[in-house]
């Protein structure tokens, strides 16, 4: 009796590795992300729902000074092979004024109409946002 490979449908090489990972739904990222900034005293707040299982998701980071950071979701020639199935993020916007975050917002909205939008109230990003750039 010959032995079954899993998956059936994909052909046998030695040189692709393949994974069964799938990526977190959107729904379910947004709320685990907002959970750990409340347990940790900060505020978050979805603005905009999006797709629940694929939409992009943007993060506005508010500062007490008044400025804010944009995160967005990082282009695919950023993010390693290895950590495809994750959710990578990239800064768009580094202590902006608040005006010039909306205009770009407004410009993704445009572009993407099913996008995420959350705002979070935190000193530090920490690891709430996996940045790309990090995985040097």
Known sequence: MRAMHWPPHLPICPRIAYTLAMRIRSDIFVSALTRRVFS?????????????????????????????????????????????????????LARAEPETVSDLIAREQRFDSDLWLVEIEVDEIG???????DKD
Do not use: C, N
């Open 127 to 133: 690891d709430y946002v996996p940045l790309a750039a």
């Open 40 to 92: 940790a005293g900060g505020f978050a707040a979805v603005v905009e729902k999006g797709s629940d299982a694929s939409g992009a998701i943007f993060i506005r980071q508010r500062f007490r000074d008044g400025l804010e950071t944009l995160y967005g979701p990082a282009p695919q020639s950023m993010v390693m092979v290895e950590d495809r199935d994750d959710r990578q993020f990239e800064i768009r």
